[in-house]
């Protein structure tokens, strides 16, 4: 009966000791261990990323930088760069904008909503670079973003290629 409370106590001291060290598992209680990919200066997740250094250029070309407003096009609107545009038009475009850009392409009539007519005005009076940008950012829940799928000569391609849209009389 001695050694049963003997041992009994042994066990509730360890299952104590247990239960403390337990604590410091699974940061229960987190003490910052110094691990070595701790020692260097990182951003930590949601902090903001420093501006762009003056005069950087973005390794894919005249693409925007962050706060610098639109791009200049770079691509002369010639006929290789038009008709380009056009077959990239044709696989990317049509099905929403329609062959002639007017916003009504085949699955148009299905979608909430409705795509720009590409002829009018509020489009073509806006810069070449405003068009790159929309482009390549597209419009949340509307339309989507080209940049992984089109290079940065498509997407001018596509701009210069927008620019020929007229209206039928
Ligand atoms: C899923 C259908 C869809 C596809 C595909 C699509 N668009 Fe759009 N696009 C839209 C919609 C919808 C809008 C209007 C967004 C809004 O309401 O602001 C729009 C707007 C635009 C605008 C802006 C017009 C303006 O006045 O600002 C441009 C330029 C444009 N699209 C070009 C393109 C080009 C070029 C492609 C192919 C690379 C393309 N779109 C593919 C649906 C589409």
Not at 104 to 114: L, Q, R, Y
Not at 151 to 169: C, G, H, M, Q, S
Request: glycine residues 8%.
């Amino acid at each position: 009966m001695r050694l049963f409370k003997q041992l009994l106590g042994v066990f509730a001291v360890l299952g104590v000791a247990f239960a403390v060290l337990s604590l410091f598992t699974f940061d229960v209680i987190k003490i910052d261990w110094v691990t070595f990919m701790e020692i260097q200066p990182a951003y930590k997740p949601m902090e903001n990323p420093l501006a762009v250094p003056a005069r950087s250029i973005p390794v894919e070309g005249p693409l925007s930088i962050p706060n610098m407003g639109a791009p200049e096009n770079p691509v002369a609107a010639d006929e290789v760069s038009i008709a380009r545009g056009r077959e990239l038009f044709m696989i990317n475009c049509q099905m929403c904008h329609g062959e002639g850009g007017q916003g009504n392409g085949p699955i148009a009539a299905n979608i909430v909503n409705k795509p720009a007519n590409l002829t009018l005005d509020v489009t073509q009076s806006k810069s070449d670079g405003s068009l790159f940008l929309t482009i390549s950012n597209g419009v949340l829940g509307r339309m989507p973003p080209m940049n992984e799928n089109l290079t940065v000569r498509d997407r001018w391609d596509l701009v210069n290629f927008i620019r020929t849209l007229v209206a039928p009389k």
